[in-house]
């Protein structure tokens, strides 16, 4: 099962049985995670009926939080706010969590942690499966929240492969795993809850159950098929934690000073790029996060979208994205993946523009199209670009960095980017957030001067 077992292996035919296995374990891994998007609201509801103490707690810091920025009293809006809520907490927790199981993969390989990883996730659904309370649920979403490593491990898996073209399709793979996984798993949770209002039973059970098939099919195609692809020597060779604070201080992630914890540190030029990458990296999501999480208010507030139509919409963003992923951005040569960042980026300028003031449906589509464009390019291309550095033994641990990064920027975007919606309007908050891509565009712009040697 090793990749030292086979040494004889050719390396390009090795990489690609990597890259698919990866593939599938993190399609596996995604659908089980989407079935619940669609039946957020309605699983708020339910326990907003309840009377639960729990939520009545975090409901007033919802009612706190729409008093503050003039949000309307609708139910629609509180559904999106308290989903927001719980989804801030979830990313809190990635950020905490993210490079702290990096670099664990570093010490005892990245099999181990994955498999480790999907029992963490797959105890997370079994207690969604038995909730009947909203502490419960609360504790499903804090459990996965702090073992929802699988993407990061899968992108140190990646990382590890020799080739910088088959880790550039690696990378791509994984994007096409995300637009799949967001597009068919809320599909199958809206279908499978349906279904089970009929039977009687809660109508989340079904796909809680689901969830939990997809994670056990999960774990045992990661115990069968996935090759350790970190060599032992590698493994002796890494210093395991080192200093804890820079897995745990924000400041020390945005320098990545796990990285230059090590007897051959990299070049300051080299590090000075790596920390470059990371900045442009949080900016776009912090920007893009925020964009995505006001698009349904936007709709529903304009356009007046029902539970179906958003759906539809989010479903024609991630067909789009397969595509482009599938036919272009895994195509992308090594030395070109910055400037397909920077044309992903220019593009997100006129796509939240038409967004912003769009006022019929076609113009709507019209910024959806660029959008999903730019959403397909940008994180592949940055994964494959951080993934060049660190050695070796720090592949974990800098794309568990990176991870964390753009977790903490997606727990902060919504709560921004919403009170900026909010306060100012929205054709305000989508055209300042527009010019804001600036910002790391500068930033690309300096990662491009900076010379790897």
């Known amino acids: 099962m090793s990749a030292t077992n086979k040494p004889a292996e050719d390396g390009s035919s090795f990489s690609s049985k990597v890259i698919n296995i990866v593939f599938i374990t993190l399609l596996l891994d995604l659908l089980g995670f ?33 008093e503050v920025v003039g949000i309307p009293m609708e139910k629609k809006y509180n559904s999106v706010l308290f989903g927001g ?39 997370s659904y079994a ?16 459990i996965g929240g702090i073992c929802k490593g699988n993407v990061s491990l899968c992108t140190a898996i990646v990382a590890d492969l020799p080739c910088p073209k088959a880790r550039n399709r690696g990378m791509a793979m994984i994007g096409i795993a995300f637009s799949l996984g967001f597009t068919v798993g809320p599909l199958m949770g809206a279908y499978f809850a349906l279904s089970s209002r009929t039977t009687g039973i809660v ?50 992630l945005f320098h990545f000073s796990a990285v230059t914890r090590t007897k051959d540190p990299p070049p300051k030029e080299r590090m000075q790029k790596l920390q470059a990458l990371g900045l442009v990296y949080f900016c776009y999501l912090f920007l893009f996060s925020g964009l995505e999480f006001t698009l349904s208010f936007l709709t529903h507030q304009r356009f007046q979208f029902t539970s179906m139509q958003q759906g539809k919409m989010f479903f024609f963003i991630g067909v789009i994205m397969a595509l482009i992923q599938g036919g272009y951005a ?19 300028i006129p796509a939240f523009i038409l967004i912003g003031l769009s006022w019929n449906i076609t113009m709507l589509y019209a910024g959806l199209a660029l959008y999903s464009f ?30 964390s990064l753009g977790a903490l920027a997606r727990a902060l975007g919504p709560v921004v980017s919403s009170s900026v919606y909010w306060i100012a309007g929205a054709q305000t908050c989508f055209l300042l957030t527009s010019a804001s891509f600036i910002i790391p565009l500068a930033l690309l712009r300096t990662a491009r001067r900076l010379k790897d040697e």
Not at 45 to 65: I, K
Not at 87 to 98: A, E, N, P, V
Request: charged content about 15%; proline content about 5%; overall charge positive.
């Open 203 to 252: 109508f989340y059970q079904t796909p809680a159950l689901l969830a939990l098939a997809f994670s056990v099919a999960d774990l045992l195609f990661i115990w069968v098929v996935l090759p350790e692809t970190l060599t032992k020597d590698v493994q002796a060779s890494s210093s395991g934690f080192g200093d804890s604070r820079d897995l745990l201080n924000p400041l020390s």
């Open 34 to 66: 989407t079935l619940i998007l669609p039946l957020l609201p309605s699983i708020l509801d339910h326990y907003a009926q309840t009377g639960d103490g729990v939520y009545q707690s975090l409901q007033s810091v919802v009612d706190w939080f729409r």
């Open 330 to 348: 895994r195509r992308i040569k090594p030395g070109q993946h910055i400037m397909a960042v920077r044309m992903a980026i220019i593009a997100l």
């Open 374 to 403: 730019a959403a397909a390019i940008v994180v592949p291309c940055l994964s494959t670009l951080v993934s060049d550095h660190g050695s070796a033994n720090q592949k974990g641990t800098v794309m568990g960095i990176l991870r």
């Open 127 to 142: 207690v969604w499966a038995v909730s009947r309370s909203f502490s419960m649920f609360l504790l499903f979403r804090v």
């Open 85 to 123: 809520l719980i989804g801030s907490l979830f990313s809190l927790l990635q950020f905490l969590s993210s490079p702290v199981t990096g670099a664990l993969s570093d010490r005892y390989g990245r099999r181990p942690l994955l498999i480790l990883t999907t029992l963490g996730l797959m105890s």
